[in-house]
């Protein structure tokens, strides 16, 4: 009896705790610091309008003879984004079913949002009034599987032509 | 060498809003290939305890896209152009590790 109680705490709770607690805590302390980020996104979103539904950022090539502009210049911006560690291991669970990772989705919505937000500024900076043709790239930069990196990382670019 | 920048009208639509195209030069290109720094890959690492931006990557990664855009500017300037049109930028993870960083445009003069 008190044999068998050691063995389960010693070979199962054990392991499975302390295997546990650095995704549990990285997955505690990454919600907690990136609704921060989500909070001081919504402030400047607040303060230059959201990028999507915005009259002023338009996704379409404007006709030569409709675009009246004194000056024109290429605007870019970019951030780079990686999830938690504990982001990184619900996604492996998730893995073995499929399926939606919400967790991970709002990394990527972050990180889109605040590379329009950072072209926004970038075009506020340079006097321009409207940015034209805007695009959003994603690539992958750094993948933590297969000991080909330490990190995880999302690149988004945001580019476009302003005008004034 | 440090090559001297140039500054050209560049657009990512099909013209120069409020010039004109007077003539086309083809096509520029300019690229780059970076690799990650490992000390800045095991940092980045650790801040992925939170996630969030890395900001070393979003640094090295602007650096390299604007030697790149650089390059392309240089060849643009070689061949007589005032502006690029049409300006794409594109990103592939080559080799583990490596970024390579390409953008292309057509050279034009505009008035």
Known sequence: MNEGVVFVVFYIVIPVVTGLAVPM??????????????????????AQGKGFG??????????QETIAAEYTTLLMANIVVGPSWGQMFLMWVKSLFGGALP????????????????????????????IVNMRV???????????????????????GTGCR | ?????????????????????????????????RAKHLGK?????????VGGELKAYTELL???RNEALQRMMMEAHQRGANGIVNVRFATSSVAAGASELFVYGTAVVVE
């Open chain 1, 25 to 46: 805590t990285s997955w505690l302390l990454g919600r907690w610091y990136q609704n921060g980020l989500f909070k001081a996104l919504e402030v400047t979103e607040a």
């Open chain 1, 54 to 63: 915005d009259a002023q950022l338009v996704s379409y090539q404007k006709k």
């Open chain 1, 103 to 130: 967790s991970y989705a709002s990394v990527l919505d972050y990180g889109r949002r605040e590379a329009i937000q950072r072209l926004k500024v970038q075009a506020k900076e340079r006097g321009c009034t409207s």
């Open chain 1, 137 to 159: 790239e994603t690539s992958v930069i750094t993948t933590a599987k297969g000991n080909d990196s330490k990190s995880s990382s999302v690149e988004f670019l945001a580019y």
């Open chain 2, 1 to 33: 060498m440090q090559p001297q920048p140039v500054a050209l009208l560049m657009s990512n639509v099909e013209t120069i809003p409020g010039k004109t195209i007077v003539n086309s030069l083809g096509l520029v290109s300019g690229s780059t290939v």
């Open chain 2, 41 to 49: 890959d095991i940092f980045a690492g650790l801040k992925n305890l």
């Open chain 2, 62 to 64: 602007n650096e390299s």
